[in-house]
């Protein structure tokens, strides 16, 4: 039976002493392969991701790992325990209001006096080597930047959000696949995968699957990737050929403040499939351990849009609101969406009618999520929905 390593990271300390820490569970096979870095909860609410972490331990005690990995739950303690009254509040810093997967440092767009980074120069110095070679030496160059950005951050000390992003960012720039597990607030399961991944991504089988730019923006994902899509971008005009190597994923799995452990072995089957394409054990030994949820997966409809087709609806009017449609599901332009019963212009009984909105979808959808909360405001958020989707 293969054993994991564990490494308690402090990554915060409160004001009577007592420091938070993360821990992070490595195990490495014996022969090589590719290094997976998987972690979960960067928000506190959203824990799904956790009993997921804990399957992919079960499943890969048992099998021949080429290659290594790094699962990492729980990587937000601060926001895992940041509490308003039973519900955790854990998307946002409770001291700065920052949204904990939007503070990720831009390790390109960083000051390249601090990192010492030029992709051009860089390019220029690895063009003739052979492919592999080439990734790690990049690993190695985002490696030192990050410890070069630690170091100058580390004179005026570093903030809460920037201590946990940066230490995650050092992990993950050495592998060679990232995961990041998430959830909506009321949602299905779907996957953001970055336009690079348009056709690796189809080796993840998520039901869901929004293409996002090759841009940084903040989150994880991003974060990570982006590096890697502006070395091909230098490679690519230099005349030269570069195929990425790297990938990395925001993986949303259902609903926050819910975990379901028979729902963790599908989402586990998941991630499984993926890895097994990519050459981490053989695909046989996911038939064995988890072969209805394999079933359930190959029969399963996939179905994709690009971010500029993702809609938000707002609610048009403060009140309680009945979401007339569930994640996952598919409505039809004209359908009603949701209903608001709204109490403020009810003078008369004759004036009942005019107490409820309904909302129709202005196209055909796919329900990705929606507010949980039956009490909104005017602007909430109320339904994101794929439009303009196609089946993969």
Same mark, same amino acid.
């Given at each position: 039976?293969?054993?994991?390593?564990?490494e308690d990271i402090s990554i915060n300390q409160l004001s009577?002493?007592?420091?938070?820490?993360?821990?992070?569970?490595?195990?490495?096979?014996?022969?090589?392969?590719?290094?997976?870095?998987?972690?979960?909860?960067?928000?506190?609410?959203?824990?799904?991701?956790?009993?997921?972490?804990?399957?992919?331990?079960?499943?890969?005690?048992?099998?021949?790992?080429?290659?290594?990995?790094?699962?990492?739950?729980?990587? !937000?303690?601060?926001?895992? *325990?940041?509490?308003? @009254?039973?519900?955790?509040?854990?998307? $946002?810093? %409770?001291? +700065?209001?920052?949204?904990?997967?939007?503070?990720?440092?831009?390790?390109?767009?960083?000051?390249?006096?601090?990192?010492?980074?030029?992709?051009?120069?860089?390019?220029?110095?690895?063009?003739?080597?052979?492919?592999?070679?080439?990734?790690?030496?990049?690993?190695?160059?985002?490696?030192?930047?990050?410890?070069?950005?630690?170091?100058?951050?580390n004179n005026y000390g570093l903030s809460d959000n920037v201590?946990?992003?940066?230490?995650?960012?050092?992990?993950?720039?050495?592998?060679?696949?990232?995961?990041?597990?998430?959830?909506?607030?009321?949602?299905?399961?779907?996957?953001?995968?970055?336009?690079?991944?348009?056709?690796?991504?189809?080796?993840?089988?998520?039901?869901? !699957?929004?293409?996002?730019? *090759?841009?940084?923006? @903040?989150?994880?994902?991003?974060?990570? $990737?982006? %590096?890697? +899509?502006?070395?091909?971008?230098?490679?690519?005009?230099?005349?030269?050929?570069?195929?990425?190597?790297?990938?990395?994923?925001?993986?949303?799995?259902?609903?926050?403040?819910?975990?379901?452990?028979?729902?963790?072995?599908?989402?586990?089957?998941?991630?499984?499939?993926?890895?097994?394409?990519?050459?981490?054990?053989?695909?046989?030994?996911?038939?064995?351990?988890?072969?209805?949820?394999?079933?359930?997966?190959?029969?399963?409809?996939?179905?994709?849009?690009?971010?500029?087709?993702?809609?938000?609806?707002?609610?048009?009017?403060?009140?309680?609101?009945?979401?007339?449609?569930?994640?996952?599901?598919?409505?039809?332009?004209?359908?009603?969406?949701?209903?608001?019963?709204?109490?403020?212009?009810?003078?008369?009984?004759?004036?009942?009618?005019?107490?409820?909105?309904?909302?129709?979808?202005?196209?055909?959808?796919?329900?990705?999520?929606?507010?949980?909360?039956?009490?909104?405001?005017?602007?909430?958020?109320?339904?994101?929905?794929?439009?303009?989707?196609?089946?993969?």
């Open positions: 039976m293969n054993q994991f390593n564990r009577n002493g007592q420091k938070l820490e993360i821990r992070k569970f490595s195990l490495k096979g014996e022969e090589q392969g590719p290094h997976v870095h998987i972690q979960a909860s960067v928000h506190g609410a959203e824990v799904q991701g956790n009993p997921v972490i804990y399957e992919l331990m079960r499943f890969f005690t048992k099998v021949n790992l080429k290659g290594s990995l790094n699962l990492i739950p729980l990587v !937000n303690p601060l926001g895992s *325990n940041t509490k308003s @009254g039973t519900y955790t509040q854990g998307r $946002f810093n %409770p001291v +700065t209001g920052d949204n904990w997967n939007r503070n990720f440092i831009n390790l390109i767009g960083y000051d390249s006096q601090i990192t010492d980074i030029d992709l051009s120069t860089f390019w220029n110095e690895i063009r003739e080597l052979p492919p592999r070679e080439q990734a790690e030496k990049f690993k190695t160059l985002q490696k030192k930047g990050f410890k070069k950005i630690r170091d100058h951050l201590e946990m992003n940066l230490t995650l960012q050092e992990f993950a720039c050495e592998a060679d696949i990232v995961l990041d597990l998430h959830t909506g607030p009321a949602a299905t399961r779907y996957l953001y995968a970055g336009e690079y991944a348009l056709k690796k991504m189809k080796d993840i089988p998520f039901p869901h !699957n929004l293409i996002i730019p *090759n841009e940084f923006g @903040g989150a994880m994902d991003e974060a990570t $990737f982006f %590096p890697w +899509t502006e070395l091909t971008r230098i490679a690519h005009e230099c005349g030269d050929s570069f195929i990425n190597p790297f990938e990395s994923y925001t993986v949303e799995l259902g609903s926050e403040e819910v975990i379901d452990f028979k729902m963790a072995r599908l989402d586990c089957t998941r991630l499984l499939i993926f890895l097994a394409e990519r050459g981490l054990f053989s695909r046989d030994e996911i038939a064995k351990e988890y072969p209805k949820e394999l079933d359930y997966i190959q029969k399963e409809k996939r179905y994709a849009c690009l971010l500029s087709h993702y809609a938000t609806y707002y609610a048009q009017k403060g009140g309680l609101i009945q979401y007339s449609k569930r994640p996952g599901d598919h409505i039809k332009m004209g359908e009603e969406l949701y209903r608001i019963l709204d109490f403020s212009d009810l003078h008369h009984l004759n004036d009942l009618d005019h107490c409820i909105d309904r909302v129709k979808a202005l196209k055909d959808a796919i329900i990705i999520n929606h507010t949980p909360s039956a009490s909104v405001t005017k602007g909430t958020i109320a339904y994101q929905v794929m439009e303009e989707y196609y089946e993969l």
